[in-house]
């Protein structure tokens, strides 16, 4: 959710921040049930430690450009652990599955960047490989929650009241940017990182999904399954490898 690294001690609140919840469960069934797995944007590794202390037997990778998230990722040793990008990182055929999961999807903010997603992503499946990834559905409005009086109040290791609250400064062409500060009575100054986020319609992701030789196998509107509406609050699709794209017409 950051333009910037993420702060050393701010990686250490993130998951206390965002507790396992149902979105956690729904990937973890798919991640138990595939033998390969890549986690793209895997942050501080929940998902991928949880599956190996459930006993998962395969090879987990997770991916992420965050060397702070890492370092907590990386206290669970039997996963691989990849600083970098997918483009600047790429994997060829190696994978059943591919997540891309806590919104990462949503940081890519042009059609071409998530067209170069996508592309790398597909390189990175096997044959009958899928892709699992959610985006928060712009009819629901959800940056409008993104208010200080939403914020939430959090312990820490070392006992230390911790504030986070967020803040919209704009919203504009689908793209949301905003603040995330962390505050304590503990520390000398909050920290402040800013991010932009993109809210993307169901119809033109499915197009850029067919644009990058995807189908959409499954969609669902929440992580119960339910059908996607107008005001659900996810878009999450499962998508697998469908014919390959057509070239550009000369």
Same mark, same amino acid.
């Given at each position: ?9 701010v990686?250490?609140?993130y ?9 956690? %469960? ?18 501080? @590794?929940?998902?991928?430690s949880?599956a ?18 890492? +370092? ?8 691989e652990?990849?600083? @970098? ?6 994997? %060829? @055929?190696?994978?059943?599955?591919? $997540?891309? =999961? ?12 998530v ?26 409005? =959800? ?23 967020h803040? $919209?400064? #704009? ?5 949301v940017?905003? #603040? ?5 009575? %503990?520390?000398?100054?909050p920290? $402040? ?12 992701? %499915? ?8 189908? $959409? ?14 005001? #659900? ?5 499962? +998508? ?5 794209? +057509? +070239?550009?017409?000369r």
């Amino acid at each position: 959710m950051t333009e910037q690294p993420v702060n050393q001690d701010v990686a250490a609140y993130y998951d206390l921040v965002n507790e396992w919840g149902p979105s956690d %469960d729904f990937y973890l069934d798919l991640v138990m049930a595939a033998d390969a797995v890549l986690d793209v944007g895997c942050g501080t @590794g929940m998902l991928l430690s949880v599956a190996r202390t459930s006993g998962h037997p395969g090879r987990l990778v997770g991916l992420d450009p965050d060397p702070a998230m890492l +370092a907590v990722a990386r206290r669970t040793p039997d996963v691989e652990w990849v600083e @970098g990008h997918l483009g600047t990182v790429s994997f %060829d @055929g190696e994978f059943d599955l591919v $997540v891309m =999961a806590g919104h990462v999807f949503q940081i890519f903010l042009t059609d071409d960047e998530v067209r170069e997603q996508f592309t790398a992503i597909r390189q990175a499946l096997g044959p009958g490989g899928r892709f699992a990834f959610e985006t928060r559905n712009p009819g629901a409005r =959800a940056w409008e929650r993104w208010a200080p009086e939403y914020g939430m109040d959090i312990v820490g290791e070392r006992g230390e009241r911790v504030r986070v609250e967020h803040h $919209v400064a #704009s919203v504009e062409n689908g793209l949301v940017r905003f #603040s995330e500060t962390h505050s304590s009575p %503990d520390w000398p100054e909050p920290v $402040v990182d800013w991010g932009t986020l993109r809210f993307t319609e169901a119809d033109h992701l %499915d197009a850029l999904l067919r644009e990058t030789g995807f189908e $959409v196998a499954e969609r669902y509107g929440f992580w119960d399954r339910s059908p996607l509406t107008d005001t #659900s609050r996810e878009i999450i699709s499962i +998508a697998r490898p469908g014919p390959p794209p +057509a +070239a550009p017409r000369r």
